[in-house]
């Protein structure tokens, strides 16, 4: 039996002895005759013996009903139930894993009830019509929904039906380099096929229960009425039995006013944020008055991938983390550098790491990709810009996790750009990441940091080892052991299934921790290694974990860090409330990521009459 299969009317149906016009038509009729009746196995006019398979397979369906009547009857039933409760669960099914409860589907949505009211009242090829449709649109809402439910648990939001189509391919390049080029490929394979069938299978439902509505009309009309009746009188008391849950639902109806108002709002925010980009207090200051405060030195903005505040407050991940901190904290003290701290709230969670670099080197928030392409197409001034422009610094990007061309590059001002095919590494990937940080590190040393040229030298780098689904980790070695990067392999083989950890909750959150310990100990015994008077090192996270990690909810902060061994350089950002040391203090300031660019550069050189940087908040 399938979904096509008819549904019989009842024994003691009222309409036994009504005149319908569509009686001979319609599906559902056509099961009105006695189960027992006789029903020829193929076609009268085949002659005797030249049935063809076809035909048979055809007539299977009712040769079978005419044998088993009462087996047919409780299939055809069950099939019926099953269409029934697969237009509720998508009329019902929340975006979110947390509402998945059981009081979130014991409520009577009002959306069938106005479709049972439409589909009856409608002739038949209409109604086939409209029960497609209607099927199909069940079909993309539970697409949708099960899109916001992974947006939710990856990047901390819904899924935006504008934007966020693009960002599926960068979730299925995720998927290979987490599962290989064939595991990708059965992920994406499986995905599409479970797409198509869940159209073809809502579409048949929703036939199949039109029609069972117009075979006992006049008891469908009767219901709709009681059940139209009873959600009306739910909504107009309130009632909320299930833990404030109220039992009249119009979920439907509020999901796609909810989506189509975010569709208007986005369109009219790009025009928005067109015109704002276009406006930069600080794109007329002259180049020999930007970053005077910092002229001569050597200065590394690094971004620790999904270095978040859970990794410094979770109680699960912090011991390691604070201690990695504490130990290297001591060290760099010890070789007489020194160090502020705060947060920053990032423009994303969870991923889209280019957003979070995007609005801490621009000043802008950026926090969609509608956003990143329209600042990245014009000639915004940005932190590496700054210093490109102002022609005292050679300005260098190390970006590993980049595989192909990057255009950015030119938008953010680096006279040089090193992608993972540029430094040199012959080692194997851990599962995203394409190298360890401690080798990117040491290439970047080998690279440029070691080479004096007749300019002081501004980076930034992207540190990738904490990136999901973290493992398998690399582990430290010794810097001089570091060479090509095969001394990995070994290390990579050892390592742990990402399949294993990823799933498990309590590993997971251990293997974060451990993952941002090592990437905090690469860069710091780096900067403790080959760093001098001259080094000023901006680290910071890009985002927070994803929820698995830091909990559903949770905030968008991210600590970042000032170091420095002359003092001259932290003096300048005494007025920031910063805490001392690599850590941020709970009293330390909350500023939105976007305004640091105006404050660094307001810090280390001239204000412009018009920055006015907003207020930091506390907590």
Partial sequence: MSLFARSGRLPDTDTAGHTDTEADTDPASAAAAPASAEVPSGPTDAPAGKVGPWRRLRAAPRELRRRYPVAARGVSWGITALAAGLVLFALLMPGSVEYFTARQFLRIPVEPILGAALLTALPRRPRLVLAVVIGAGLAALIVVKSLDIGFNQFLGRGFNIVLDWGLLDDAESYVQDTLGRSGALAAVTGLVTLVVVLFAVMA??????????????????????VAGTVWITCAALGLTPLQDTPVASRNTIGFVQDRWARARETLADEAAFAEEARKDAFADVPADRLLTGLRGKDVMITFIESYGRAALEDPAIAPGVTATLDERGEALRRAGFAARSGWLTSATYGGSSWLGHSTFLTGLWIDNQNRYRTVTAGERLTLPGAFHRSGAWRTVGVVPGVQYSWPEGDFYGFDKVYDSRDLGYRGPKFSWSTMPDQYALTAFERLEAARKGDRPLMSEIVLTSSHQPWAPLPRMVGWDEVGDGSVYRDIEKAGKDPADVFTDP??????????????????????????????????????????????????????????????????????????????????????????????????????????????????
Avoid: C
């Fill in 506 to 619: 309590v590993e997971v959150k251990e293997e974060y921790g451990r993952s941002v310990q090592y990437s905090l100990r690469s860069l710091l015994e780096y900067v403790q290694r080959y760093g001098d008077e001259n080094t000023v090192l901006v680290f910071l996270g890009d985002h927070q974990p994803m929820a698995r990690v830091s909990g559903n909810g949770a905030d968008h902060d991210v600590p970042v860090t000032i170091v420095a061994r002359d003092p001259k350089v932290l003096d300048r950002i005494d007025d920031w409330g910063w805490s001392d040391g690599l850590e941020p203090g709970a009293d330390a300031p909350v500023w939105r990521m976007d305004a640091f660019r105006d404050r660094f550069l307001t810090a280390y050189g001239t204000a412009p009459n018009a920055t006015r940087p907003a207020a930091p908040r506390t907590g």
């Fill in 204 to 225: 048949l439902a929703v036939v199949r229960l039109a029609n069972l509505l117009v075979g006992h009309r006049e008891r469908a009309m009767r219901g709709t009425v």
